[in-house]
């Protein structure tokens, strides 16, 4: 059984659909510890009810990202971590963690990555004029979102949406899309190698699920 954590800083539904997935007969991993840097996070509340252990960790009183970061590597280690997710977790990883988890650590994005990183994918996407956007699971590195595409899941932009609806419809896709890419991963089906990201069964990274629009 893969043993994850599962990083976050706000509310927590991407968290969520990783708990109600592993609730799951069958599913081959299991979410080892809860982590945050925000002490009042909702997504701190539903790991506590899920009684999934937490790991409060404030930033703030760190000298350096280095130093915060040795401080996170240390607690999830105690947990046993194999795999890090990263679920709206909004600080940006030093190599100190990274390096401490080569290759094991993925994030989960509002749009259809390399187009609109950072932290307004959404409304990039929406004022970029694009028809089509979505959601990107990926391993993270150094860049922001710029590590190895794992899984991707499209929705239409429609000329009604703002902010708020489109955001919505990529949310409901991300509460699909991550969980499958953990499950597949708890599989032993997910290869990272280099740059590439081998998937087994999944031609193609899109093809790992049909997005519902
Ligand atoms: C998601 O949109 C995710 O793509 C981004 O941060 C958001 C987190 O939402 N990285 P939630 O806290 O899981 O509801």
């Known amino acids: 059984m893969l043993r ?7 509310n927590g539904s991407n968290l ?3 708990i109600d997935a592993c609730a799951a007969s069958g599913f081959p991993a299991k979410i080892a510890v ?9 997504a701190l509340e539903r790991a506590r009810k899920a009684a999934l252990p937490t790991v409060v960790l404030d930033h703030r009183p760190f000298p350096s990202r280095e130093d915060y970061d040795r401080a996170l590597v240390a607690a999830l280690q105690a947990h046993d971590v194999e795999l890090v997710c990263l679920a709206g977790f909004m600080r940006l ?6 390096g401490a988890f080569p290759s094991r650590v993925i994030n989960i994005h509002p749009a259809l990555l390399p187009a609109f990183p950072g932290m307004h994918g959404v409304r990039q996407a929406l004022a970029s004029g694009v028809r089509i956007s979505g959601c990107t699971v990926h391993v993270v590195d150094e860049g922001t979102d710029t590590g ?4 991707q899941a499209a929705v239409p932009v429609l000329p009604s949406d703002d902010e708020r609806t489109l955001a919505e419809r990529i949310h409901r896709e991300e509460h699909a899309l991550y969980p499958a890419v953990l499950r597949l991963w708890g599989e032993g089906k997910v290869r990272v190698v280099g740059r590439q990201v081998q998937v087994e069964g999944a031609p193609s990274a899109l093809s790992l699920r049909n997005p519902s629009g």
């Open 34 to 42: 809860v982590a945050s840097n925000v002490p009042g996070a909702f």
């Open 16 to 18: 969520q659909a990783l």
């Open 4 to 10: 994850a954590a599962v990083l976050a800083s706000g």
């Open 148 to 151: 190895p595409i794992i899984a």
């Open 93 to 98: 990883l030093t190599g100190v963690f990274l």
